[in-house]
Structures are given as C-alpha cells and as structure tokens.
C-alpha cells in the first residue's frame, strides 16, 4: 500500500465516521431508538415517563444508601434501615 491509498483510505474512514455520529446524533434528538436487531422504533413519552420514574426511585435509593453507609449509626438503627428498604 503506497502512501496515497493509505491517505484515501484515512479520509474514507473520517467521512464514513462523520456520517455514522451525524445519524446517531439525528436520532438521539428525534427520539428515535434502536432495538438490539437494529430496528429503529419511536421512544413514545409513556416511555419517557416509565424511565423517568425508574431514574427518580433509583436515585432515592441510592441516597438512602448513601445515608446508611456514611452515618455512625448503632447496629439496630442500621437493620431497621435494611427492613423499611425490604419491605419497599
């Protein structure tokens, strides 16, 4: 391979990269996502709505286990922590 197919090839690579991030960037704004399969299905806002409220229980979790771990708390204040988390 001589130097100037090497350059070809390098450019072809940048242009094909550049219209692969345009496309992936298109369809994040649009609301537009793919499957595992790569078929390409709207992301409706009941969707919206469930990840949202997954995300937001998630992050209280999070903080309540943030608390437990950073707290000097006695050993039973720390299992009654544990069940109330169980019992969610």
Known sequence: MN???MVAAIVIACCITIVLRAKYK???DSGIIEDKDGNKKPLNSHD???QLLEVKELKQRVQTLERIATDNNKAID???EIEQ???K
Do not use: I
């Open 85 to 87: 988390l169980r019992s």
């Open 78 to 80: 720390l299992d009654r």
């Open 48 to 50: 919206n709505k469930q």
């Open 26 to 28: 298109y369809m994040a």
């Open 3 to 5: 130097s100037y197919e």
